[in-house]
């Protein structure tokens, strides 16, 4: 796919400090520990349902995840990528704000199938040691509702109330729990490539001051605001000096326990991460 502003341009971009461009064998280091490894294995120790994919990308080649549809691969079903800010010497704590942008594409089976459980993860962004923390934001297909949303610490969702009705995505859209439609609520596609972009504004802890954002687009489309909360709380987890620190790309699925129909396939490319506003592939930057 060819974007208005390619990938090696977006990386040049001021305030950038992380490109994976998921095409070179180091962007899939299976040992060495933090923060040297990237690639961890699924639950059964295996590394089989995460490779490299350079037949289908949207340059070069992208990770790919295969999600089995047998339930006793369970919660981590395919394992998963990290990205450590600290290989960079960076991490987001109080009155800070940083961006990051993914391409992601779902086949046909990964949105159709039930896979069991919650639904699934897909783009993680966290603090400390785990991502059912305080810092914890976590991107999500919830109860398998085919559209994305966000969770804190886990459990909570992201969500806003108004006029007794429950947001799941707000922004330019307007997506009401159980009025779930097209017009209103953004909805995963298959076998096309989107586009999510976060800002995360960090207050300070404990306050309603930070801000989260986040858009999405399809193929070479603009980019539309699906999450939008001005007033988001952030508590620290350990001490006031913890930080923002960590992206990781996976499928989980907590509580799975079901079979599925057959396999899903999630494939991920041209991760960046940056202090400032990452240009957008197509259209104009929010």
Excluded at 159 to 166: D, E, L, P, R, V
Aim: proline content about 6%; hydrophobic content about 35%.
């Amino acid at each position: 796919m060819i974007d208005a502003v390619p990938f090696s341009q977006r990386c040049r971009a001021a305030g950038v400090f992380k490109c994976v461009s998921f095409d070179d064998d180091s962007d899939f280091v299976t040992s060495g520990g933090f923060p040297k490894q990237t690639i961890y294995p699924n639950s059964m120790g295996s590394f089989v349902n995460v490779t490299k994919d350079c037949a289908i990308a949207v340059s070069g080649c992208s990770i790919r995840f295969t999600v089995p549809g047998t339930p006793e691969a369970g919660a981590n079903m395919a394992g998963k990528f990290e990205y450590d800010f600290v290989k960079e010497n960076k991490g987001f704590g109080q009155n800070s704000t940083f961006y990051v942008q993914i391409r992601t594409r779902f086949d046909p089976p990964m949105l159709a199938n039930n896979f069991g459980g919650e639904g699934w993860k897909f783009v993680l962004i966290y603090g400390t040691k785990t991502s059912c923390s305080s810092l914890g934001l976590l991107n999500q297909n919830t109860w398998y509702a085919g559209f994305p949303t966000m969770i804190h610490e886990c459990s909570p969702g992201i969500y806003t109330i108004s006029a007794n009705k429950q947001y799941m995505q707000q922004g330019d859209y307007n997506c009401a729990y159980n009025n779930y439609n097209d017009k209103d609520c953004a909805y995963f596609k298959p076998n096309l490539w989107m586009t999510f972009y976060w800002k995360i504004h960090v207050g300070k802890w404990g306050e309603p001051n930070s801000t989260l954002e986040a858009w999405l687009s399809y193929g070479k489309g603009t980019l539309k605001k699906w999450i939008y909360q001005p007033t988001f709380t952030f508590k620290f987890e350990d001490s006031e000096k913890d930080v923002l620190d960590k992206v990781a790309l996976t499928p989980y699925i907590t509580n799975r326990k079901e079979a599925a129909k057959s396999d899903g396939h999630m494939w991920f490319d041209e991760l960046i991460v940056s202090s400032q506003p990452i240009p957008a592939p197509n259209g104009p930057t929010p």
